[in-house]
């Protein structure tokens, strides 16, 4: 960590709205972090400007043009450039195939209580939608390492919310996400203090 805040790489690929969060947070002080790079999967996207709104370096990365192996290799390359403390994936729809150098340093938030309504396919309105299909009385979001599949590593903690009668996915959706402005910060600030250690599949806080 440098000057004693945990440096974080934050990728996205959409609205960039978990990005603003963590900075509004960073900038109230009630997070001990700084954002020290953004990778957006796309240039045509509001968190890229967003981004730069806000004053934080940012890289676009994108995949469309490069062959798997070369998306792979760039965004490899410019991580281990950045040399974050933590990577935080915040909405990022691009499968990145983790370097063993980066184990243990990558996180993702996914608007669901995983091992439910993860995978392939599973984001945004999909899950939501999913989820009502299934009639869940309750949903939420779970904060997990990330492996090499879609939302499969380890959950580092998780939030519920109420599915109530008549929600719309888009319902769903809004109360979820006020949970995913709470977890994220809460996930970084555990990994700031150093009471996160991951053991094979199993997560300890202390």
Known sequence: MSDGKLQLAV?????????????ERIAAGTLDAKI????????????????RELGLETVII????LSAEEFQQKLTNTLVEANPDLICMA????LWHIPDDFHGRVINIHPALLPDFGGKGMYGHHVHEAVLRAGKVVSGCSVHFCDNE???????????????PGDTPDDLAARVFEQECIAYPEAIQLFADGRVKLDGLTVTVS
């Open 11 to 23: 990728l996205i690929s959409g609205t960039g709205r978990s990005l603003v969060n963590m900075q």
């Open 150 to 164: 879609y939302d499969h590593g380890p959950v580092i903690l998780q939030r519920q919310v109420p599915v109530k």
């Open 91 to 94: 909405g990022f729809l691009s």
């Open 36 to 51: 020290k790079l953004v990778i957006s999967s796309r240039g045509d996207v509001a968190g890229v400007d967003r981004a």
């Open 62 to 65: 994108e995949r469309r043009g």
